[in-house]
């Protein structure tokens, strides 16, 4: 498994490949410049040269992770077969436009949507043609407590099936929504590398959440001299406290990671388009 978090601001733009298939997390372009879009268009070109996009998780529907510019660079090009993204508690107009990018290509090749919603912890595997590399196990949203367009985030839980290398996506969830899932879930959370929550806020992950996942490498998305103080030092003190290695996109004047996990090593460097 190769995981790809581009350096795209304060935002996220992963794309995650195994062998022959890929699938995107997110698709967040900063617009302050044509720069960015010409970069991960550049990105994209490198990455999936000979790979097979299968899907695009979305993991909320908030901006700086459901953006329509990058939306339409994925799907003009190369228009997965799925889309997952979670079942929301209110509507926006960030998702409103995203959506509407989608219904206009629609017409030439449908996009199978899933909405992701869990009821009382139970079903979590969604793997019908979903591609023949990946087993995806979600664990969030939960009806009971979507009291926040984070806490709405999907989180799951990315499994290579040649290797059993994971993945653990897990967009903008915060402590409240973990104290349920380390209740429901204890060691399934447990995978080799861990999407920072919330770009390393402050309140994006807790101390029995971390120590369950337990996770070689975490990888932070987040921008150079973020606005938001991402990341946070409390959350780099549990970074340094429970995985072996943390990363994160917003060092010096910025970079893009890339990251090998065979399902016992786990390697990241810098990833250069």
Not at 67 to 83: A, F, Q, S, T
Not at 134 to 147: I, L
Not at 180 to 186: D, I, K, L, S
Not at 197 to 204: E, F, K, L, W
Request: include cysteine; charged fraction near 20%; hydrophobic fraction near 40%.
């Amino acid at each position: 498994m190769e995981i790809f978090t581009l350096n795209v601001s304060q935002g996220q733009f992963v794309v995650v490949c195994g062998k022959h298939e890929a699938f995107i997390v997110d698709s967040f372009v900063p617009l302050s410049s044509g720069q960015e879009t010409i970069f991960v268009k550049a990105a994209l070109a490198k990455i999936l040269g000979g790979k097979n996009l299968v899907g695009l998780l979305v993991t909320g529907f908030d901006a700086d992770h459901f953006c329509e510019p990058g939306m339409k660079v994925i799907l003009n090009k190369y228009r997965p077969d799925w889309l997952m993204y979670p079942r929301y508690f209110k509507n926006t107009s960030k998702a409103d436009q995203c959506f509407a990018a989608i219904d206009a290509l629609e017409d030439s090749k449908p996009i199978r949507r899933i909405s992701v919603l869990l009821r009382d912890n139970d079903f979590r595997f969604y793997n019908k043609n979903m591609g023949e590399e990946f087993v995806f196990e979600v664990f969030s949203p939960n009806a009971a407590d979507m009291n926040s367009s984070n806490n709405c985030s999907i989180v799951c839980k990315v499994r290579e099936r040649s290797t059993g290398a994971t993945y653990l996506v897990t967009g903008d969830t915060e402590a409240d929504r973990w104290h349920e899932m380390v209740r429901a879930f204890g060691s399934k959370l447990k995978a080799d590398v861990l999407a920072a929550p919330h770009h390393g806020s402050r309140n994006g992950l807790t101390a029995a959440a971390a120590k369950l996942i337990a996770p070689h490498t975490i990888l932070v998305s987040a921008g150079v001299e973020s606005q938001y103080g991402h990341p946070h030092e409390s959350a780099k003190t549990l970074f340094r406290t429970y995985a072996l290695k943390w990363y994160a996109t917003n060092v010096g004047d910025g970079q893009s990671l890339r990251t090998v996990a065979d399902g016992i090593n786990v390697s990241t460097y810098k990833f250069n388009v």
